[in-house]
Nanobody
Framework: QVQLVESGGGLVQAGGSLRLSCAASGRTFSSLVTGWFRQAPGKEREFVAAIVWSSGTTYYADTVKGRFTISRDNAKNTVYLQMNNLKPEDTAVYYC?????????????????WGQGTQVTVSS
């Protein structure tokens, strides 16, 4: 079972930046992708970004494309989410998630291990 620990959330003004980190332990060679999802109050959890460990291929939701960048450090087993030009609608709890064995994609059903989440609040 992959263990995921997120950090880096906080309060920022609109237009500001934050960087989230996700440290993964216990990851096996079959866990091919790690992603970020977010959940705002009263809304369903939604996909934000994902990255394939081996190739570095990235995927983004349209709502964050051009503002957020996902990256990984294979040596540290850590995935980052750099968030720039933040908007109030980005306010949510952000979760790191590891893909199920051999899964590559962005469907929430393909991710079986989750971190505890980190709060991101963007004030207007």
């Amino acid at each position: 079972q992959v263990q995921l620990v997120e950090s880096g959330g906080g309060l920022v003004q609109a237009g500001g930046s934050l960087r989230l980190s996700c440290a993964a332990s216990g990851r096996t060679f079959s866990s091919l992708v790690t992603g970020w999802f977010r959940q705002a109050p009263g809304k369903e959890r939604e996909f934000v970004a994902a990255i394939v460990w081996s190739s570095g291929t990235t995927y983004y939701a349209d709502t964050v494309k051009g503002r957020f960048t996902i990256s990984r450090d294979n040596a540290k087993n850590t995935v980052y989410l750099q968030m720039n030009n933040l908007k109030p609608e980005d306010t949510a709890v952000y979760y790191c998630a590891a893909g199920n064995a051999w899964y590559i994609g962005t469907d929430i059903k393909g991710f079986g291990s989750w971190g505890q989440g980190t709060q991101v609040t963007v004030s207007s």
